[in-house]
């Protein structure tokens, strides 16, 4: 699975983005799908998860009410609504697919991982 994210960019304190990540390949379905993100000096973190289904989604706590998975696996993509944004998220966000998910939040649950799209969001 080759995953490519897309949607970063700048961005007022409380406006919106929307980022996408496309996935290749036929079996996109079958993967969990996570949303981290990086910023420069520190380690990479979990944002949020969806489910094979698109049933079940998890957050981290700093962006839960706030930011939105979702997925549409007959276009093969999954999403994240980011609402309310903080300077404290500008990030390089990145997708990750996972076939056997361990732990949502761990990055080494993940068995593929999208190039990362930069968010800055300014005070």
């Known amino acids: 699975v080759q995953l490519q994210a897309s949607g970063g960019g700048l961005v007022q304190a409380g406006g919106s983005l929307r980022l996408s990540c496309a996935a290749s390949?036929?079996?996109?379905?079958?993967?969990?799908m996570g949303w981290f993100r990086q910023v420069p000096g520190k380690e990479r973190e979990f944002v949020g998860g969806?489910?094979?289904?698109?049933?079940?989604?998890y957050y981290a706590d700093a962006v839960k009410g706030r930011f939105t998975i979702s997925r549409d696996n007959a276009k093969n993509t999954v999403y994240l609504q980011m609402n309310s944004l903080k300077p404290e998220d500008t990030a390089v966000y990145y997708c990750a697919g996972s076939a056997i998910l361990s732990d949502w939040t761990a990055v080494a649950s993940y068995d593929y991982w999208g190039q990362g799209t930069q968010v800055t969001v300014s005070s």
């Open positions: 969806i489910r094979r289904s698109g049933g079940t989604t």
């Open positions: 390949g036929r079996t996109f379905s079958t993967y969990f």
